[in-house]
């Protein structure tokens, strides 16, 4: 089945240590988001890459960075994670943007923890 | 800027009874609504959506939804609820780009037995 695949589910890391995020897609869609979602809260876009056009939010901090090197594949990349950094972070796709091209499709998430 | 909200933070339904989930948003153009489940520890599956057109709409799991304009509303409906229904439910607007969805503050569904 074509799908999106968060890895790893479960991220644990240090105060200031640099951590990586990866979603892959099977669905060959042009657009790729990256939520965050802390505990009871609604999902918050941190940014989206349309095709390689990478288009950040603008009150998203500059320690989140994300890379699409190909369709397929979209990282996020934390740079120093700071205990308010703990969340689960939601990748999705949606085939084109423009009407019911942008339905989006999450994963199943990774939930990070930073000690 | 676009809003949606979610007033009921938790609901409580009986097994077999129906169920109604309220949903209002702000936007200043065509909205294309969504309502989206979590699970507990998991990410979001697509319940059922709304672009244009009728303004009932079916999704899975045998939930649907109406759109009201002039309420601006798109309440989430289902006759009669399983246990397994239990979990967090997400109403979300976007417009008509690659824009992110803005999502409601979410209701968390409790079925009793």
């Known amino acids: 089945d074509a799908m999106v695949i968060q890895n790893p589910r479960y991220q644990v890391t240090q105060f200031g240590k640099p951590v990586t995020l990866s979603c892959s897609q099977t669905?060959?869609?042009?657009?790729m988001y990256w939520y965050q979602q802390k505990s009871s809260q609604a999902p918050k876009l941190l940014f989206h890459y349309y095709d390689k056009d990478f288009n950040n939010e603008a009150d998203t901090p500059d320690n989140f960075q994300s890379r699409r090197p190909n369709t397929s594949f979209c990282f996020l990349d934390i740079r120093s994670p700071g205990l308010g950094d703990a969340a689960m972070y939601l990748c999705a796709t949606s085939r084109d943007r423009g009407g019911h091209t942008n339905t989006q499709y999450f994963g199943p998430g990774t939930r990070l923890t930073v000690l | 800027a676009q809003s949606v909200t979610q007033p009921d933070i938790h609901i409580t339904v009986s097994e077999g009874a129906s169920l109604e989930l309220r949903c209002n948003y702000s936007?200043?153009?065509?909205?294309?609504l969504f309502w989206y489940v979590q699970s507990p520890g998991q990410g979001l599956q697509l319940l059922l959506k709304y672009f244009s057109g009728d303004t009932l709409v079916q999704g899975i799991k045998g939930f649907e939804a109406e759109f009201k304009r002039s309420q601006s509303s798109f309440n989430l409906r289902k006759p009669s609820v399983h246990w397994s229904d239990a979990a967090e439910y997400f109403c979300a607007v976007t417009g008509g780009g690659a824009d992110g969805l803005t999502f409601g503050k979410g209701t968390h569904l409790i079925i009793q037995p």
């Open positions: 669905l060959n869609h042009n657009v």
């Open positions: 936007y200043g153009a065509t909205p294309y």
